[in-house]
Each structure stands twice: as structure tokens, then as C-alpha cells.
């Protein structure tokens, strides 16, 4: 073979990004992805109906039928008041989940490819689509939350826990997508992935403070309540959203320490997601 | 036209993409194996092999998406294993699918990408405007990409690969599954965009007659390896008077073109269906490999 030619003149322009450079993509395209989800939400609004179905159905059925028998003792608030944050947690999960399915059928369509050939680091394509996920699952907490109002949940006005309110489902649903993305990365097909998508996200439900609370729980759940993420998101939810006392400093820190190790996680594995 | 102008004089320094000693394995299956190969700048390169040959392969090592080891690809000068993000830049990627998103309209599935390639805000819509309307699509470029033909959406991806301006359009199958007068439209395209901006073009493709008339070169790819390689009419004077693309490709693959190998069953099923039907068309394709 013939030499290399010479190495072309704008050799700075050419290296491989630094970390300062590294943030600043990482952060436009977060706005990109989450752009594209408001814009595919345009075009599909019924799909915020649909999806309001289940957590109405727990909010309606459940809810109530618990709160008028006091089945569970939650102390001085209505039982509905409790649930309400933890069906919010819940719908949010269930979105973050269905994202990494749809992460697959994405590299089946080739659209993942594309995206990869663009300049865009890998972390910064996984927490792109995660916080995608996370506006979808905002936009739907609207839906759930007025439905709460409706059905006489006293719930915070306090723009600035609201905004917490919104940080917190941004970094549940960044966690949820970016585990289901890690276990679609391993197990590389979508139909493996839809069964254990299916088999993980209820324990992960039941097995939170969403539905009960964590004194009522035997030891072992509560064991495994303390290292589940869904409780811390759904302990900040409660105590922005009703006031319970949560120690919110911790509710945040785990997420944030979650959500950033599973973006790391989920990363690693796309090429191999890519590839397969 | 069996010499080749543009190697001599040319104004640019080495070759647009060059591979050396290139192999890649899923497994045991090796998919491709000791490729050697130059892409000149400016060319429309072919890259021709039945089912399952190694062509995606190929693309999916230059375009970053597969590992390559360092000095074995070069993209207009770039390395592909050292320099990732650089070469990223300089593509734009047509995937085999047909890979728009149907629930975004048109301009957003294109205006999408201007951002993901950095094309600066002041640019963007402009940018976006002039290669929807390169492409045709302006009149239908507030519909959902669900709602276009086949031929739309491959349009539309041109589109999306077209708006980062890139300097090497790689194109996997550009025209499976499309009806002949779409087909027509994509290369038509092509060879405009290319006229105007001297990009070099990177096609593979299983249809003899499309490579025969619209690449300058190309090479014939068979089970991982490369058989054959210049112009469509060398390749063809090495043959005999009268031969055709055909027969060079059946003289090179042996019996690999009995039948399926050559992806015109899969062509002539489909005329102007939807997204879906291509789809299909093109899983069938897949799976006959
Ligand atoms: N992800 C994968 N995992 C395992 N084997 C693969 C994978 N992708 C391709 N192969 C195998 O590698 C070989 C080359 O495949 P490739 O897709 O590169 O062929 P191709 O020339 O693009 O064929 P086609 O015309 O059908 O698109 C085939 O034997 C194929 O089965
Ligand atoms: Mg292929």
C-alpha cells in the first residue's frame, strides 16, 4: 500500500473533544432529544390520554376504595393524598421503562445508527434520550396531578417545589430509561427485553413506598425499599407535593448519584446494543 | 471511459476513504476479510455483492459504528479508530432501513439533524429549507413522515444525511424497495447534490443496472472478500465484447446469483407502497441472505 498523505491542516479541530467541549454537546443535545419528544407529543396527544388510563384507574379504583375502608394507616393524610405521588412515580416509571424497549426497535429501524453517526459522544446520546424520557413522563404528571386535583388531593402551589417536583421526575425516569437501555444492551433483542421489562418494573412498584408506607413494610422488603431508587423518587415527590417529612437533601442526592451511574452504565453497553 | 481522469491532476491530496487490510467477525461468521480499498474524492463509488457479502459490514466499519483498528480506515485523512468524532462530522449516513421517524413532519426529522451536527442557529433553517427543496419535499415537509411513500422517505433521509453538508455521503442500498421512477429520483438526486458540491459518494447496492449507470467505480464484494474492481466498462471489457454488469458479476460470485442473490425479486414486489411495505420488502431482502 501507498503512504498516508500528510496529515490534514486543522489538526486541533480534529481531535477528540475535551470535557469542557464534552459538557457543552452533552448538554445541546439533551435539549435537542428533549425538543423532539415536545414535538412528537404534538403530533401524538392521544397518547397522553391513553397513558393516563392506568395511574387513573389506581388513583379512581384503588385510591379511593383504600382511603374510604383505611385499609392503610397513613397517619393525618387521606390515603389518596399518599397515593397520589407514588401512582405520579409510577406512570413516570412505566414511560422510562418502555424507552429502552424502544431504544431496540430504534436500532432495528436503523435510526439508532444514524444518530451514532452523528458527532455526538455516546454518554451524551444516553442522557439526551433519558431526559427525553423524563419530558415525556413531566408532560404526563400534568395529566395525573389534575387528575389528582380533581379527585380532592390537596397538592403544593409552591412554584418552586413544583419545579422540584419536575427535577425529581427528570432524574427517576433519567435512572428508569438508562436501566432498561443497560438491560436491552445485554440481552439484545426486544422480546426478551419486553418480559423482563414486564418482570422487573412491578417489583420494583411493589417493592417501593408508593403503594404503602415503608413501617408497614416486613423487613426484607423494607431491606430492599432502602436501595431502590423508585422510593427516594417517590419520598421527594411526597414532600414537595404533600408535605410529608422526607429528608429531601438524600431523596436528591440519590437520584442524581443514580441517574449519573446508570447514564455511565447504559452508555457503555450501546455500541455493544448497536452492534448486536 | 475506461481511463480514469480523475486520478491524475487531482487537486486534493490522497483518497477519500481508504481501507487497508480491513476484517471484521460477529462470531465465527467472518463478514469481512483482508478488504482493501480506495475511494477517490469526488467519485460515486459502488460497492456491489449479493445478500450477505460484507457491503453493510463495510459501511458500518467506516462510519464508526463497528470497531476498526487504528490505520486500517482513513477518511479524508482522518483516522477512523483515532479520530471518531472528526470523521463523524465529515458523514452523512444512509442507513439500509428506511430510518425517518414517522411521527415527526419532514422538517423536523431534517432540522433534527442540523442539530445534532452542530450547523449554527443562524444557518439552520435556511439550511434546512434548501435541502428539503433539493430533495422535492417542501410541499409535504409539515406532514408526518408516517404519511410519505417510500420514495419520500428515502428522499428524506437524503435529506437528513445532505443538511450537515458533509464531504463523503455513505449510502447503504439506497434504492431497494422502490418502483423505478422513485429509484430514478433518488439517483437523479444524487447526481445533482454531487455536481454541485463535489462530495464524494460511497453506494452499495445489489442492482447491476444502477451501479452500471450511475458509479464511476465500483467494486464487486463476494463472501467477505473483494473480487473485482475499476469501472463498469473495465470490468466489463475483461469479460468479453457485449458482457454486462451481469455477467460480471456472475463470472466474479460464481453461482451466488442463481436467483436470490441479486435482490430484484424483493425490487419489482413493491411499486409506490408506504414506509411499511418497504420495510417489509427490505427484512425479506435481509432474510434471504
Ligand atoms: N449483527 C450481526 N450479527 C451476526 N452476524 C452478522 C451481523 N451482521 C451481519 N452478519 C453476517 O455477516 C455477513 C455479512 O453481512 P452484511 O450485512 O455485511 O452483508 P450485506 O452485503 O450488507 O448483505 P445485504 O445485501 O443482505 O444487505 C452475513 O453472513 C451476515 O449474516
Ligand atoms: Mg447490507
Redesign the pocket.
Known sequence: MSVLPAAPPAASADAEPGPLRLTRTALSRIATMCLVELQKLRHDRTELVTRAVQPALWLIVFGQVFTRIHAIPTGSIPYLDFLAPGILAQSALFIAIFYGIQIIWERDAGVLSKLMVTPTPRVALVAAKAFAAGVRAVAQAVVVLLLALVLGVSLTANPLKLLGVVVALLLGSAFFCCLSITIAGLVLSRDRLMGIGQAITMPLFFASNALYPVELMPGWLQAINHVNPLSYEVNALRGLLIGVDTNLALDFGVLVVAAAFMITVASALLPRLA?? | MSTDPASAGSPHPGPAVRCAGLRHA??T?V??DRLDLEVRRGEVFGLL????????????MITTLLPAPPDAITVLGRDVARQRTAVRRLIGYVP?QLSADGTLSGRENVMLFARLFDVPRRERRAQVESVLDAMDLTEAADRPAKTYSGGMVRRLELAQALVSAPKLLVL??PTVGLDPVARDGVWDRIAAIREATGMTVLV?T?AMQEADEHCERIAL?HR?RIRALGTPAELKAEIGPDATLDDVFRHNTGDALSGEAD?KPADRTIETGGMRDVRAARRT??R??
Open positions: 452492534r448486536g | 460477529f462470531g461468521t463478514a469481512v455483492g449479493p445478500n450477505g457479502a460484507g457491503k453493510t459490514t463495510t459501511i458500518r439500509q447503504d442500498e452499495t445489489h464484494m467477505s435482490g431482502a435481509g434471504v441472505g
